[in-house]
């Protein structure tokens, strides 16, 4: 973790932009460059991270210890999370970012699980993708459907036949309506949200739009059981609502999220057979926007020039730079 006496340096990674606009401001720690920082963040200080920086996450991008991956952690307010998808859009685009050359590999490992994150350079931003893992899908009882939708705000009509509840670590429901304005409409009482949430043991709602014939999607996430009231971009449940769909023929999604929180977001999503079942791969762009000195302790974070850090030929570049 790159440190400072009490403070930490915090890299804001704007992941998943929609034209190279909007995304979802994403806090990265980097515990690579020093391996022995003189404070060792706890998971409460680590949680406080996002809070204190005005972002809905924080990835914090592990140290490597020879041939192993590069281990990744993601916090919000509320705690740690198993997995988060548009955290690893940032964490990847960090990476590749302190990186001469347009294309880069890296290994990754999150909760336990080994995977591959691709990066192409494209100007001034990275273009992001990486496997999910398997997805975890089953048909939302009627009980599960009933209290979320009165609690996000269906209107009469709108919502869809097909809800379902799916995980990739933690669970959620993905609910469908018919049409992209049913998706901006929607007004969630959030309270009863998080309660119902709480309840069904859901880390939150997806709630998305019939896919177009060419795998158009609009889509909101409200997770406040985790901190995040609504999510700019969500790369996981995005991954979901893919595996979900590939059994209807939909094979490719780009899926439009951020526009009612006034930052336009967009996540690409593409499913192939696999072996045990369908394989995902999701994708976005990224831009590493600034760099700022986070103390443990304080209220607030400075802005600092960011290192000009490019990683000595080590065990990282054999196994991560191309």
């Not at 041939?67 to 955290?87: I, K, S």
């Not at 069904?200 to 795998?215: D, E, H, K, M, N």
């Not at 006034?262 to 590493?288: D, F, K, N, Q, W």
């Amino acid at each position: 973790m790159a440190a400072s006496g009490d403070s930490v340096v915090v890299t804001i990674v704007t992941a998943c932009l929609r034209d190279g606009r909007g995304g979802s401001p994403t806090s990265v720690v980097d515990e690579y460059f020093s391996p022995a920082p003189r404070h060792v963040l706890s998971d409460a200080e680590r949680s406080r991270v996002p809070v204190r920086m005005g972002t809905s996450h924080a990835v914090f991008v592990g140290p490597v210890v020879g041939d192993e991956p590069v281990d990744l952690r993601f916090f919000t307010a509320e705690g740690e999370l198993p997995a988060c998808g548009h955290g690893t859009v940032a964490a990847v685009a960090f990476l590749a970012g302190r990186r001469r050359g347009g294309e880069h590999e890296f290994r990754l490992r999150v909760s336990g699980r080994t995977f591959v994150g691709r990066a192409v350079r494209d100007g001034d931003q990275l273009r992001a993708a990486f496997d999910p893992g398997p997805v975890a899908v089953r048909d939302a009882t009627s009980v599960e459907t009933d209290l979320v939708v009165d609690a996000l705000g269906v209107a009469a009509g709108d919502l869809l036949a097909g809800a379902c509840v799916a995980s990739l670590g933690r669970a959620r429901i993905l609910v469908p309506v018919r049409t992209p304005g049913a998706v901006v409409a929607l007004g969630p009482h959030l309270d009863r949200l998080r309660a119902v949430c709480d309840q069904l043991g859901l880390l939150g709602c997806y709630v998305f739009s019939a896919p177009t014939r060419s795998g158009g999607v609009v889509a909101r996430m409200f997770a406040p059981s985790i901190g995040v009231p609504e999510d700019v971009a969500n790369v996981n449940s995005t991954a979901c609502l893919a595996a979900r769909m590939a059994g209807s023929g939909c094979t490719e999604l780009a899926v439009d999220m951020g526009d009612v929180l006034g930052e336009p977001a967009t996540i690409t999503a593409s499913v192939r057979p696999g072996p045990t079942g369908p394989r995902v791969l999701v994708g976005a762009a990224a831009m590493v926007v600034r760099t700022a000195s986070h103390p443990v302790s304080g209220p607030k974070a400075t802005e600092v020039e960011a290192p000009d850090l490019d990683p000595p030929l080590n065990a990282l570049d054999d196994v991560c730079g191309r």
